[in-house]
């Protein structure tokens, strides 16, 4: 049964997203409320792992949940389910797109999916730095307004955009650098 509702959840997941991987975000923190095969800050680490990694972030992610849920055979049961919408969406559409090219309605419709995909990785967005960056559970405790912020995390975040605006480094050389400061903070204690 697992196995059909892991196909089933990223069938639907692909399905209606439009755009990157990213875009494919607040699906799959629907599929984390709704069957808890993982929380949201493991979420956040399959983020990282999945744009770390060679390939696209959305087949990446549907692997591991996948393979976490349910072994192997969970991993290529999610990846099938999240690869066959786009490869039977792009066959159909490949044959009217040339001849509708030009077609004002297609364009139209083309810039409108626009605006939902950045809306839906504005949204990824939003959802990231609440994980990394806000720590709602603890100011719940504490009722300390400086328990809110994650400092660790936004000394961090503020450590790579002045690298990233100054330097512009090999994005490998950011992911080395976040997780070498990840292990750091971790060790010290911090996170």
């Avoid at 196995?3 to 997941?13: M, P, R, T, V």
């Avoid at 972030?57 to 099938?80: D, E, H, P, Q, R």
């Avoid at 009722?143 to 490998?172: E, Q």
């Amino acid at each position: 049964m697992i196995y059909l509702q892991l196909f089933w959840e990223f069938f639907k997941a692909v399905l209606f997203t439009v755009g990157s991987g990213l875009a494919s975000l607040p699906f799959l923190y629907e599929i984390s409320d709704k069957t808890g095969w993982y929380s949201y800050a493991q979420l956040a680490d399959m983020i990282a792992i999945s744009e770390s990694t060679p390939g696209p972030i959305g087949i990446n992610m549907a692997t591991y949940v996948g393979f976490t849920s349910a072994g192997i055979l969970g991993a290529v049961i999610a990846s099938i389910g999240f690869i066959i919408p786009p490869l039977i969406i792009a066959s159909i559409v490949s044959r009217f797109l040339k001849k509708f090219n030009e077609n004002k309605l297609v364009k139209g419709a083309f810039y409108g999916l626009r605006a939902v995909s950045v809306a839906l990785v504005c949204s990824a967005l939003v959802s990231v730095l609440k994980i990394s960056l806000i720590n709602v559970p603890l100011f719940s405790e504490t009722k300390n307004i400086f328990d809110l912020i994650s400092i660790p995390g936004l000394v961090l975040a503020a450590i790579c955009w002045f690298v990233l605006k100054k330097k512009n480094p090999h994005p490998v050389v950011i992911l080395g650098m976040s997780a070498a400061a990840g292990i750091a903070f971790g060790f010290l204690g911090l996170i």
